[in-house]
């Protein structure tokens, strides 16, 4: 996971993220819409049964990738929609655990201000 970030580090406030970042057309269509402000197309996905907590590329959850990526907008949208901050997963952290890895604060006080866990345990 700190390799993921270190190498995203130069990629953050992107716009676009490649295909192969997501594990399924379908995850990369609820991020995208995350990150377009398209609730009501993200709600939708999630009612075909898209996970909002899947692990993708690189054991990433899409708050994860949302962080890295520097995109506030996908981050925020993803956690109105239920995204997890504790979710842990098959992934050694939780994105609360990335949060407070990162530089930026933003990440972690947004997650705090939505009454996410301060306790959260990680595989280590």
């Not at 996908?74 to 992934?91: C, K, R, S, Y």
Request: charged share 20%.
């Amino acid at each position: 996971l700190a390799a993921a970030a270190a190498s995203a580090c130069g990629k953050q406030g992107r716009q676009e993220m490649e295909e192969s970042t997501f594990a399924t057309p379908q995850a990369a269509a609820l991020y995208k819409a995350a990150a377009g402000g398209e609730m009501d197309r993200a709600r939708q996905l999630l009612a075909a049964g898209e996970n909002i907590n899947a692990h993708h590329a690189r054991e990433l959850t899409l708050l994860e990738i949302a962080m890295l990526a520097g995109q506030r907008q996908a981050f925020d949208n993803l956690l109105a929609l239920g995204a997890d901050p504790a979710h842990l997963g098959q992934a050694r952290d939780t994105p609360m655990h990335l949060a407070a890895k990162l530089e930026d604060p933003y990440w972690l006080r947004a997650m705090l201000a939505r009454g996410a866990p301060t306790e959260v345990r990680n595989r280590l």
